[in-house]
Every structure is written in structure tokens, then in C-alpha cells.
């Protein structure tokens, strides 16, 4: 399994070098990064505005699992404390594995609690799709269809409005 779309994001601390150290962190294996949007909050409003950003990475080595263990290093790289009794609080940097592909361009679908795949919440959260769409702009989320036509909903595109576009913020590709 090699190909991957990472979503990164960070609301604490200084939010641009958190998405910057999880880029570089992924070294050569990253090979399209979207522009960089401030969000407000999904989930839990009561917090700081959001960095975020979406990759797509590629990594011959890498299964699925493999992804994962990246994408939890470089939360702890970052910092990264859990607050159990906040389910979606803020945090220096999150890293989340949105849909993997195998070699034969298959996308792995898990339902383990822990790598769902493709994420469970993705479909619902522009702050990923729509960065997503920036760099793959035929993109599909397995089970869903075209994420051109998820961002079209009204609940979605809302969403979509209320996030500004960084270009002052750049992220660059290929370690
Ligand atoms: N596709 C996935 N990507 C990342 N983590 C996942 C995925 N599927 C399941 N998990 C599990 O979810 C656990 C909690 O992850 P995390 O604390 O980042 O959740 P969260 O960011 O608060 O919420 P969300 O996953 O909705 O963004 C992780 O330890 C991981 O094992
Ligand atoms: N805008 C935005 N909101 C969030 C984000 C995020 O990355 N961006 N991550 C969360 C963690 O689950 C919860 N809410």
C-alpha cells in the first residue's frame, strides 16, 4: 500500500511550524500539498481558529498501518498532549489518515477503531475537503463519491465559505 492523503492541522502554539514540521517530517514521501486555509473550529467551537492542510504522500514501504505510526509520531513531535474528556479540543498538531490506496490503485477500507479507513468523519469536514480538491481536483472518498460533490451540500459549503485561504502561508513538497 503507498499512496496516502494525510490531513494536518494545528490550533495551539505556533501553528505554521507545526503544519511546516509535519511536511518536512514526511520528507521525500510527500508529493502534493495544498494551500494552507485558516478554519473555525469543527466539533467543539469553543476554541482557537485552525491551521489546515491536506497531503497526498507516497511511500512504497508504507502499509496502511505504517501511515498511521507517522501520523502519531509526528503529533508527538509536535508536542501533541490528549485531553480525554475533550474529543475534539485543541491541539498543537493533528494528523489524520484520510484514505490509503494499494498498488493496484484499490482503496483499503478498515473498519478497526484503530485505522478506520477511509477516516469516519472526513465526509463531514470541509476543512479537509476542500484542500483536498486544491490538489486533486477529481478526487473521490471511497464509500462517498466525488468530493467535488460532498462540498456542494449545503451544510458543507457553508463550511467551505467560512475558511480563509493562507497564500501568505506556504508549505512546500519533497523534504
Ligand atoms: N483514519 C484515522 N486516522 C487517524 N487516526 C485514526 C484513524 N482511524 C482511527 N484512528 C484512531 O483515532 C484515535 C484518536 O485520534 P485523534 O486523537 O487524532 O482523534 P481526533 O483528532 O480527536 O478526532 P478525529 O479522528 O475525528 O479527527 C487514534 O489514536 C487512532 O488510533
Ligand atoms: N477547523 C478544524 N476543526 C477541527 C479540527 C481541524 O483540524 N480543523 N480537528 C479536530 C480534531 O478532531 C476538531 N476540529
Given at each position: 500500500m503507498t499512496r496516502a492523503v494525510l490531513s494536518i492541522g494545528a490550533n495551539l502554539g505556533d501553528r505554521y511550524a507545526h503544519l511546516k514540521g509535519a511536511v518536512e517530517g514526511l520528507g521525500e514521501s510527500v508529493v502534493l500539498v495544498s494551500g494552507v486555509y485558516e478554519t473555525p473550529p469543527w466539533g467543539d467551537t469553543a476554541q482557537p481558529a485552525y491551521l489546515n492542510a491536506v497531503l497526498l504522500a507516497v511511500d512504497p514501504a508504507a502499509d496502511a498501518r505504517a501511515w498511521l505510526e507517522k501520523a502519531r509520531n509526528l503529533e508527538a513531535g509536535a508536542g501533541r498532549v490528549r485531553d480525554p474528556g475533550r474529543r475534539f479540543g485543541p491541539r498543537t498538531l493533528d494528523v489524520d489518515v484520510i484514505a490509503v490506496w494499494a498498488?493496484?490503485?484499490?482503496?483499503?477500507?478498515?473498519?478497526?477503531?484503530?485505522?478506520?479507513?477511509?477516516?469516519?468523519?472526513?465526509?463531514?469536514?470541509?476543512?479537509?475537503?476542500?484542500?483536498?480538491?486544491?490538489?486533486?481536483?477529481?478526487?473521490?472518498?471511497?464509500?462517498?463519491?466525488?468530493?467535488t460533490d460532498l462540498l456542494n451540500l449545503p451544510a458543507l459549503a457553508a463550511d467551505a465559505n467560512a475558511m480563509t485561504p493562507r497564500p501568505d502561508l506556504t508549505l512546500e513538497s519533497g523534504g
Amino acid at each position: 500500500m503507498t499512496r496516502a492523503v494525510l490531513s494536518i492541522g494545528a490550533n495551539l502554539g505556533d501553528r505554521y511550524a507545526h503544519l511546516k514540521g509535519a511536511v518536512e517530517g514526511l520528507g521525500e514521501s510527500v508529493v502534493l500539498v495544498s494551500g494552507v486555509y485558516e478554519t473555525p473550529p469543527w466539533g467543539d467551537t469553543a476554541q482557537p481558529a485552525y491551521l489546515n492542510a491536506v497531503l497526498l504522500a507516497v511511500d512504497p514501504a508504507a502499509d496502511a498501518r505504517a501511515w498511521l505510526e507517522k501520523a502519531r509520531n509526528l503529533e508527538a513531535g509536535a508536542g501533541r498532549v490528549r485531553d480525554p474528556g475533550r474529543r475534539f479540543g485543541p491541539r498543537t498538531l493533528d494528523v489524520d489518515v484520510i484514505a490509503v490506496w494499494a498498488d493496484d490503485g484499490d482503496p483499503v477500507i478498515s473498519d478497526d477503531p484503530e485505522l478506520t479507513l477511509p477516516h469516519p468523519r472526513v465526509h463531514e469536514r470541509a476543512f479537509v475537503l476542500k484542500p483536498w480538491l486544491d490538489i486533486q481536483p477529481y478526487a473521490q472518498l471511497p464509500g462517498h463519491g466525488w468530493v467535488t460533490d460532498l462540498l456542494n451540500l449545503p451544510a458543507l459549503a457553508a463550511d467551505a465559505n467560512a475558511m480563509t485561504p493562507r497564500p501568505d502561508l506556504t508549505l512546500e513538497s519533497g523534504g
